[in-house]
Nanobody, 121 residues
């Protein structure tokens, strides 16, 4: 079992940066691949980024590639998403997720409550 809590969301101007954090509880954090997803108003939830157990492999949606960076600190049981060059279309609620039963782009077994990111133009 793992519980996830996101933080770091807020209001930022286009071109700005934010760093999202996800704090995890539970002893098995290091055993899970982790991911970030987002859901914009009126849209379905979409994959943003994922990272494997050790942090040696990362995966990104084309829409954020080159602007966002996912990372993890297993000792601190933390997951991060550094978001640079933010665009208004990045506005969404961002969710941290752990333990995908299949591939890292799909569903996950554990989800956080989300943190809202608003990018103004």
């Amino acid at each position: 079992q793992v519980q996830l809590a996101e933080s770091g969301g807020g209001l930022v101007q286009a071109g700005g940066s934010l760093r999202l954090s996800c704090a995890a509880s539970g002893r098995t954090f290091r055993l899970y691949a982790m991911g970030w997803f987002r859901q914009a108003p009126g849209k379905e939830r979409e994959f943003v980024a994922a990272i494997n157990l050790s942090g040696s492999s990362t995966y990104y949606a084309d829409s954020v590639k080159g602007r966002f960076t996912i990372s993890r600190d297993n000792a601190k049981k933390a997951l991060y998403l550094q978001m640079n060059s933010l665009k208004p279309e990045d506005t969404a609620v961002y969710y941290c997720a752990a333990d995908p039963p299949d591939d890292v782009y799909g569903d996950y077994n554990y989800w956080g409550q989300g943190t809202r990111v608003t990018v103004s133009s």
